[in-house]
């Protein structure tokens, strides 16, 4: 567990113990969310409240203005015309009381006739500050009898609107005072406890416990239930607690599981590193022991090859000068047959044993012209037997030289000799790239064939399919076939062909 989640969850331990000593209503007063809700809410309805107040209260003084100035207006039309008379016949009483009554008007502060002969009347205040004064001339018959001037104030219509506007903040004030306080109690019943609720819960969860489900105790139906923000979640916070504790078991099992194959492997990989070291002993004595066995075979097989050199020649001489009957002849040409057998035998023997035992240095070989000379050291035997050698467009690989030149002359060998009595043997080589890492090379025949249950068998040790009467050879070739492959870490498999022959596909891996 993280610090900042000790430290989260230490905050709601210490909040929610707060909130268990305080009375309901105290805790809703108290929310943070719910004070910042109610802000926003009697913040956002005072703005459009205020603007629509100063809207009607600036409609309102432009009113009282005009009616001010209209009641201004109607004294030269109401009251003049009285005031020229009383002028006229100097009635001063008169003309004082008509005076009095002028200023009488709301906004009218001061009212006094000037340039009239003799009198000076006024009424009201005349040091208002702020007055503007209106001037409206008094005649009668043409003849001009003075003037009257008013001096009038708006102060007193501002003054109410003033008063007006203080009265409406001031209620406004007390109203959003009250409806904060109701919507944090209204947000706290239907919102804050149940989150509350729901992060204690969040908090308070421990994933190794079994799952308890929270039930804020609401009970709703029909599409409120199903679009109640606070049942989804507390339908989410219950789906949640089960499926941690489900996961937590999981991963408890998961890691035992791991544990236990931790101890196995580790137990597998001492067993594989004794058995490694095991088999590495066991393959340097095997290496030891094949080349051990491959000098031997080359000595025992070099020392025979003397004699059996010697023997046939002696053989020679004696089938050439001695007197014999017919039947010592037949003997003695049956014993130069049994000694060839025997020369061949050893020749394949020393070439076999230099295959195991032999450390040439790999290099590019150019198939065309290693095939080519095959066919010239052939010649003889391709002749003899009619055969015809198809080479198609081979690739260059990299391997040992020697090793190549007696397995392409062994395969080509074999399928000159092994001819279908009935027609003229045919020798296909052609190439074959299946991939980017293997090249295959197939040499192909018209020949007898072989069986497919004899297949794997023929690239045994001196395993042979036909008796030296019907096929002469040693049943070597096949298996130095096989070991030239295993020396460039290739295969040699055996297939019909499409002559009704025998085809011996060579898998090379590419760059070897």
């Not at 809410?41 to 600036?58: K, P």
């Not at 937590?248 to 070291?277: F, G, I, P, V």
């Not at 074999?414 to 045919?426: D, G, H, I, W, Y």
Request: include cysteine.
């Amino acid at each position: 567990m993280t610090d900042n989640t000790q430290h989260d969850r230490g905050v709601l331990a210490s909040l929610n113990r707060s909130s268990a000593l305080q009375p309901d209503w105290r805790r809703g007063l108290r929310s943070p969310l719910a004070q910042r809700f109610a802000v926003l809410t009697v913040l956002s309805s005072s703005v459009i409240a205020l603007l629509m107040t100063a809207f009607q209260l600036y409609v309102d003084y432009k009113t009282d203005r005009i009616a001010l100035d209209s009641a201004v207006n109607k004294i030269q039309k109401t009251l003049i015309p009285s005031l020229v008379e009383s002028i006229w016949v100097l009635d001063e009483v008169l003309i004082q009381s008509q005076l009095d009554g002028m200023v009488q008007i709301e906004g009218i502060e001061h009212a006094r006739i000037m340039n009239a002969d003799d009198l000076d009347k006024a009424a009201g205040d005349p040091g208002v500050a702020g007055a503007q004064a209106k001037e409206f001339p008094l005649s009668r018959g043409g003849a001009m009898l003075g003037s009257l001037q008013v001096a009038v104030s708006y102060d007193a219509i501002e003054q109410r609107i003033f008063n007006r506007a203080a009265l409406i903040l001031g209620s406004n004030f007390v109203k959003a005072a009250i409806v904060s306080v109701i919507i944090m109690l209204i947000y706290h019943y239907l919102i804050g406890r149940h989150v509350t609720r729901l992060a204690g819960f969040a908090a308070s969860r421990d994933p190794s416990d079994e799952p308890v489900p929270i039930d804020l105790g609401r009970r709703l139906a029909g599409r409120d239930a199903a679009f109640d923000e606070l049942a989804m979640l507390q339908s989410a916070m219950n789906a949640w607690s089960r499926e941690n504790h489900d996961h937590l078991k999981r991963a408890e099992d998961a890691n035992a599981e791991l544990k236990e194959n931790h101890h196995e492997l580790q137990a597998t990989h001492t067993a594989l590193k004794l058995r490694s070291a095991e088999l590495l002993a066991a393959n340097t004595q095997l290496e030891g022991a094949n080349r051990e066995q491959a000098e031997f075979t080359y000595a025992i097989s070099h020392d025979m090859k003397a004699p059996a050199n010697t023997m046939g020649m002696l053989l020679n001489e004696v089938l050439e000068h001695g007197r014999m009957d017919e039947e010592d002849a037949e003997l003695l040409s049956m014993m130069a047959a049994t000694n060839r057998r025997m020369k061949a035998l050893v020749d394949d023997v020393l070439g076999y044993s230099r295959l195991v035992g032999g450390e040439e240095i790999a290099e590019p070989v150019d198939l065309d012209a290693l095939l080519s000379s095959i066919r010239v050291d052939l010649a003889a035997d391709i002749m003899a037997a009619s055969a015809t050698i198809e080479i198609g467009d081979l690739p260059d690989i990299k391997g040992y030289p020697a090793q190549l030149r007696l397995l392409f002359q062994n395969l080509i060998a074999n399928a000159v000799k092994f001819r279908a009595p009935e027609k003229s043997p045919v020798i296909e080589v052609t190439a074959e790239i299946p991939s980017d890492d293997v090249v295959e090379i197939i040499v192909s025949d018209n020949g007898i064939g072989i069986p497919e249950e004899h297949r794997e068998g023929v690239f045994g040790l001196f395993k042979r399919l036909h008796t030296r009467s019907e096929y002469e050879g040693t049943g070597l070739g096949l298996g130095i076939c096989r070991r030239v492959m295993h020396n460039h870490a290739g295969q040699i498999s055996a297939c019909d062909s499409p002559a009704g022959g025998t085809s011996f596909r060579l898998s090379f891996p590419a760059g070897v």
